[in-house]
């Protein structure tokens, strides 16, 4: 309900698809409104109560703990901070490794799960529950910066290509991660985990990575409960 479109695979093929068996229900959804709201939670907002049909779907998923943007996240929004994305060079292009290796970095690190709500007056954000890892083939010319800044944009709010270079150069990964959830300075950690937890698959190993010390949505959590503190006080 709450997991974006893209993040789990979706491309425009489907987007059409589901655009087209939509409208077979009785439900008028265009192009631009399932691409600005990536989820059946903000669809169903975005269509009206009618839309949202049966509210069972929304009804089984549990509220989840929400928390206000940290002033850094704020700041970066104001920005129009693009996504944050690093292209790697990895030695294994396999993804029965890649896929688990990339599950196990996620589940260590929480902000790569963190979900935004920014139509309103106070924005936040809440965790998903971990679930598979997102790993899609691509094909681009790898040397194309814009094309990668591009295809990054997607990510919500992590996401991770496979990509073929159709340049003829070598295979790599793509991995890029919504600005709010992931800056420049965070990525160390996480291809550190990844380089890790590939080691660790390879050698017939269960990574067993340690939950992130630096994760921003814990650091938004430790903001909230001062400031709630210093309301009571």
């Keep these: 309900v709450r997991d974006s479109l893209f993040a789990l695979g979706g491309d425009s093929i489907l987007s059409l ?6 409208r077979q229900q009785g439900f008028s959804i265009t192009p631009k409104q399932l691409f600005e709201h990536k989820t059946i939670e903000r669809l169903a907002r975005a269509l ?23 002033a850094a996240q704020r700041a970066r929004l104001s920005a129009g901070s693009g996504a944050s994305w690093r292209l790697v060079h990895v030695d294994c292009s396999s993804s029965d490794v890649l896929r688990p290796a990339l599950a ?7 902000a790569l799960r963190a979900r935004f709500d920014l139509d309103c007056d106070t924005p936040s954000q809440w965790l998903s ?3 598979r890892a997102p790993l ?14 591009e295809q990054a944009k997607l990510a919500e709010p992590f996401a991770a290509w496979l990509c073929e270079d159709s340049s003829g150069g070598a295979p790599a990964l793509l ?3 919504h600005p709010l959830c992931l800056d420049d300075t965070g990525w160390g950690a996480v291809l ?3 380089t890790q937890a590939v080691l660790d698959l390879e050698a017939g190993r269960t990574p067993q990575l340690l939950a992130s010390g630096t994760d921003s949505f814990a650091h938004a959590k430790f903001q909230a ?8 006080d």
């Design 17 to 22: 698809q589901i655009i087209a068996r939509s």
């Design 48 to 70: 009206g109560s009618d839309a949202a049909g049966d509210d069972t779907l929304a009804a089984a998923a549990p509220e989840p703990e929400r928390v206000p943007l940290t």
């Design 104 to 110: 196990a970095v996620v589940e260590a690190h929480a």
């Design 129 to 131: 529950t971990p679930s």
């Design 136 to 149: 899609h083939p691509l094909k681009l010319a790898l040397a194309d910066e814009r094309a990668l800044a």
């Design 175 to 177: 991995l890029a991660a």
């Design 192 to 194: 550190a985990d990844l």
């Design 225 to 232: 409960s001062w400031s709630r503190r210093d309301d009571i």
